[in-house]
């Protein structure tokens, strides 16, 4: 089970930080990404962290802006987001995988959480 956390509504060029916890498994063996999406939009790949080596990988548009980082004693993947711009807005999700390597497409993820909405106004 996942669940995310610390979404809302902010100005641009703000920080915010995302987390996602994760309980029922061993979440040390897990790859997990964050997702986000928008109405009328297709999902899309922000960032991800391998189990194996945390390995990390970043969208284009988030690249040197956002921080994915995992803490496997606390279970919890975070998403720190900085100088955010209105065109981040949108509902953040969570996943896991049990696959290896960095991996940014949404098929490889399994296991999802619900969404927290970021808002950032201009």
């Known amino acids: 089970q996942l669940q995310a956390s610390g979404g809302g509504l902010v100005q641009a060029g703000s920080s915010l930080r995302l987390s996602c916890a994760a309980s029922?498994?061993?979440?040390?063996?897990?790859?997990m990404g964050w997702f986000r999406q928008t109405p009328g939009k297709e999902r899309e790949f922000v960032a991800g962290?391998?189990?194996?080596?945390?390995?990390?990988s970043y969208a284009d548009s988030v690249k040197d802006r956002f921080i994915i980082s995992r803490d496997n004693v606390k279970n919890t993947v975070y998403l720190q987001m900085n100088s955010l711009k209105p065109e981040d807005t949108a509902v953040y999700s969570c996943a896991a995988s049990p696959l290896r390597g960095v991996l940014t497409t949404y098929y490889h993820y399994g296991y999802w959480g619900q969404g927290t909405l970021v808002t950032v106004s201009s």
């Open positions: 029922g498994g061993t979440f040390s063996r897990y790859g």
């Open positions: 962290i391998s189990w194996s080596d945390e390995s990390t």
